[in-house]
């Protein structure tokens, strides 16, 4: 989920699927939002011969993607860079592990073994890893572990401590 451009690193993400796609011959891949590089993912998912298992869902609505991530069995998040990745804390939230390049505050949300994976580094193959390691733990790494780490950064928790300093300050004397 997200816009397909460089810094989403949609390429790696559909090396890393092609690996995935030889261990487990069922998987399939949604991939959902749109950007600069869709025909260029198109003409990649051709080259690599994935036509029958990457589906390009396109944008598509809050609801709609809420419901995507219900039926799905991992998010992966493939960036080249992020400082909080929105759509990480999304699917967690949804209950959806996560398997995951390690950009940004990722590691403050995802943990191995916990509720998802984090690539060891930014590879076809350390990705592929990832994958296949989140989706054979799934069942595990599912619901609560996912959805108790992203209930730590809805905004009423991470904004509290902004406006407890500013009603701290609104109550010093005035000089």
Do not use: W
Not at 22 to 43: A, F, S
Not at 113 to 127: F, Q, T, V
């Amino acid at each position: 989920v997200g816009r397909l451009d460089l810094v989403k690193n949609p390429i790696l993400l559909l090396e890393a699927f092609a690996k995935v796609a030889k261990v487990i011959p069922d998987v399939q891949l949604m991939v959902v939002g749109d950007g600069v590089l869709r025909q260029k993912i198109k003409t990649h998912i051709e080259k690599l011969r994935l036509h029958d298992r990457v589906i390009l869902a396109g944008l598509r609505s809050a609801g709609e993607i809420a419901d995507l991530l219900r039926v799905s069995s991992a998010f992966v998040l493939s960036s080249a860079y992020e400082g909080m990745p929105m759509s990480v804390l999304e699917a967690l939230g949804s209950g959806l592990p996560a398997a995951v390049t390690d950009v940004g505050e990722v590691r403050r949300i995802v943990k191995p073994g916990i509720n998802g994976e984090i690539a060891k580094d930014h590879s076809p193959d350390a990705l592929a890893t990832a994958i296949l390691d989140c989706i054979k733990h799934c069942d595990a790494y599912n619901g609560k572990p996912c959805v108790d780490i992203a209930l730590n950064y809805v905004p009423s928790k991470v904004l509290a401590p902004v406006y407890e300093n500013y009603r701290r300050l609104a109550s010093l004397p005035r000089k």
